[in-house]
């Protein structure tokens, strides 16, 4: 017992600060009423309209506004706080949910409405999901568990990923839509009201005296420049590009792939979420960065076959098991990458370096998702997955060949920080599988 419980510290230790507790816990709740909203939107959409071009444009309209606004969002980040910019978004946030919700519920809403509402809801994800991303270090005292909040971090993103679908699915048939929409409002009371309870220092950026499209450029250039970034928000770009719509698609495969109902895609949505959930589980309990690389190719290779696999699958239990391969190796990708980003990127650039991960990762979705719209109302939703999984799997072969070079550069910045020699006294052989021998 006392084992397990000293594992279980361990994976929780950037709990034992007060801000990430509140923010851990308000995110927790929060994320299962998003989840919910976006399962019951997906479905409202095709019971609207029967289209899957139509559930592609949805998701276009609520993810372009993060690939336009994003870079400039991240440099607010640098400069601003980033406390008082969440508050905002997550109220703005909770607006939105609030009139959805009524529109539905007094059975009003049209294709148009929901158009509109993702419109706006992708503006203030715009600025929201840059600065979230990098708020993480200003609610950890101790840079060496910041890769350990980031994972639990994503625990709590995929453990609501599998509470929130479940229930949507179960509601939708009994209640309707609407009822998501408006628990989905409710429960942002409890990220806001954890943030209203933070104390925060407020820190003086050094940036805040540059002029705007001089602090985007200097962004992007040390972004570019700094080749493991670069590699990195490529290969997720490319993922989320070409990858990461088939959930726009799941609507399709419940309803006429598999010939269920609501509940069949929450189930499918639930199945990734347990995947990447245990995921998540296995970052946090991990000690050190080194290795990721590896961690990064292997998962977004392990991702690309489960969507190769399901696209063939006519069975739903059969689909539900590659949902968890899928759900783990977008986790694993998804996440070790975020770490990555976050241990290598100086402090000062980190808001603008951020937002360029949350451009790479959900501003290249909306491109994607309404090309997988598209595409799957011309060859089907089946062979429109399988495109995606195949182009996913060359990436991560890519990815892959990359590795001994990004190594060579990441190395002396990890000695640099004491990350290898810190390791070297405990994990020799893990330092030797995943750098290359001192010459």
């Known amino acids: 017992m006392k ?12 709990l034992k600060y007060r801000n990430y507790r509140l923010f851990f816990t308000g995110q927790g709740i929060s994320l299962i009423g998003t989840w919910m909203q976006q399962i019951a939107l997906g479905w409202l959409v095709y019971k609207l309209t029967d289209s899957a071009f139509l559930l592609g ?25 980033k406390h008082k910019i969440i508050i905002i978004t997550q109220s703005l946030a909770m607006l939105q949910a609030f009139i959805l919700a009524i529109l539905t519920l007094t059975n009003t809403v049209n294709i148009w409405h929901i158009i509109t509402l993702s419109v706006f809801l992708g503006l203030i994800n715009a600025f929201d999901m840059p600065t979230r991303q990098s708020f993480a270090i200003e609610l950890v005292d101790d840079k060496k568990d910041l890769p350990n909040a980031i994972a639990l971090n994503s625990s709590a993103f995929n453990a609501a990923r599998l509470i929130g ?22 429960s ?49 770009a490319i993922v989320s590009l070409t990858g990461m719509p088939y959930t ?45 690389g590896r ?102 072969f890519w990815f892959m060949k990359q590795l001994p070079n990004l190594r060579k550069v990441i190395r002396p910045i990890y000695i640099q920080m004491g990350i290898l020699p810190e390791v070297s006294q405990g994990l020799q052989s893990v330092t030797h599988l995943n750098m290359p021998p001192n010459k």
Request: proline letters at 2%; a positive charge; one cysteine or more.
């Open 248 to 292: 726009v698609l799941m609507p399709v495969f419940a309803r006429d792939i598999l010939h269920g109902d609501s509940s069949t895609l929450g189930y499918l949505f639930g199945a990734v979420g347990i995947g990447a959930f245990t995921g998540a589980i296995y970052l946090a309990s991990r000690k050190t960065v080194l290795g990721l």
């Open 188 to 236: 942002y009371i409890a990220v806001i009201f954890a943030l209203l309870r933070m104390k925060i220092q407020s820190v003086q950026n050094e940036v805040k005296s540059e002029k705007v499209m001089q602090g985007l450029k200097e962004g992007i250039k040390y972004a570019y420049n700094f080749i493991p970034i670069r590699i990195l928000l490529l290969l997720v």
């Open 295 to 396: 961690w990064i190719a292997a998962a977004t290779s392990i991702f690309s076959m489960g969507l190769l696999l399901f696209s063939f699958s006519r069975n739903i239990y059969f689909s539900l098991f590659l949902m968890l391969f899928t759900g783990f190796g977008m986790m694993m990708q998804m996440a070790s990458t975020n770490t990555l980003l976050q241990t290598l990127v100086d402090n000062n650039k980190r808001g603008r370096v951020m937002s360029l991960y949350v451009m790479a990762f959900m501003g290249t979705a909306p491109i994607g998702s309404l090309m997988a719209g598209t595409l799957a109302s011309t060859i089907g939703a089946p062979l429109t997955v399988l495109s995606s999984g195949i182009i996913c799997l060359a990436a991560a």
């Open 57 to 81: 444009l949805v998701s276009f309209s609520s993810q372009i506004p993060t690939f336009i606004l994003a870079l400039f969002a991240g440099l607010l980040a640098d400069r601003y706080s």
């Open 165 to 186: 679908p479940t229930i949507a699915g179960i509601l939708i048939t009994t209640l309707g839509e609407g009822i998501c929409f408006l628990i989905n409002a409710i």
């Open 3 to 14: 084992i397990n419980f000293s594992a279980a510290k361990e994976v929780l230790r950037a």
